[in-house]
């Protein structure tokens, strides 16, 4: 299993950002995927989960503001980040569910 993500940066608040990740190594269309961060110094936080079938869930800091989105034909998720603020800084993950494997992740840094 393999997850690369990209599309992170330095962006001001209540701008956006969206946030690409691929799958590989796994029958994708079939899997829960999930979106993840880590704030600067905290743990990693769970953000949003995509079920195959189209449903969509969202910590409550980030509902309303970011919209998770899948495309099975690309083997890839996105995360649309609306109305960012600083305290969405951190690297952003994603990840099937029952995995053990991260990527690399991609930093987004929300400042002036």
């Known amino acids: 299993e393999q997850f690369v993500e990209s599309g992170g940066g330095l962006v001001q608040p209540g701008g956006s950002l969206r946030l690409s990740c691929v799958g590989s190594?796994?029958?994708?269309?079939?899997?829960?995927m999930t979106w993840h961060r880590q704030p600067p110094g905290k743990a990693r936080e769970w953000v949003a989960t995509?079920?195959?079938?189209?449903?969509?869930m969202y910590t409550d800091s980030v509902r309303g503001r970011f919209t998770a989105i899948r495309d099975n034909a690309k083997n890839t998720v996105y995360l649309q980040m609306d109305s960012l603020s600083p305290e969405d800084t951190g690297v952003y993950y994603c990840?099937?569910?029952?995995?053990?494997?991260w990527g690399q992740g991609t930093q987004v840094t929300v400042s002036w």
């Open positions: 990840q099937k569910v029952g995995s053990t494997t």
């Open positions: 190594g796994f029958p994708f269309s079939d899997e829960i």
């Open positions: 995509l079920w195959p079938g189209g449903a969509l």
